[in-house]
């Protein structure tokens, strides 16, 4: 399974932003997708998950009512809805796949595929 992640870019803060990832190699029904980000000096942080018929969504507290993650299994892409950025939001985003469904999937170990990341710079 190979996945691309897209959309990233440099924003004014208050600006929006919508991340895209496609999935390859195999139909992305199949997998609960996530969006994970990373800033410079900082570990991987969940930003937003998805079950695999899109019923079910979680985002981070920190982006809960900002974020909104998406899917259309028809086209094998997720997306990441991002509005009202924040300078705080500036990262490396990354999706991924995971076979299981755990709960709520926030953790990175739970997740079997990544994508390369894609970089978002909110500028203030």
């Known amino acids: 399974v190979q996945l691309q992640a897209s959309g990233g870019g440099l924003v004014q803060a208050g600006g929006s932003l919508r991340l895209s990832c496609a999935v390859s190699?195999?139909?992305?029904?199949?997998?609960?997708m996530g969006w994970f980000r990373q800033a410079p000096g900082k570990e991987r942080q969940f930003a937003a998950v998805i079950t695999r018929g899109g019923g079910t969504t979680w985002v981070a507290e920190s982006v809960k009512g900002r974020f909104f993650i998406s899917r259309n299994n028809a086209e094998n892409t997720v997306f990441l809805q991002m509005r009202s950025l924040k300078t705080d939001d500036t990262a490396v985003y990354y999706c991924?796949?995971?076979?299981?469904?755990?709960?709520?999937?926030?953790?990175?170990?739970?997740?079997?595929?990544w994508g390369q990341g894609t970089l978002v710079t909110v500028s203030s």
């Open positions: 190699g195999d139909t992305s029904r199949n997998y609960v």
């Open positions: 991924a796949a995971a076979r299981y469904w755990r709960g709520s999937n926030q953790n990175p170990d739970e997740y079997d595929y």
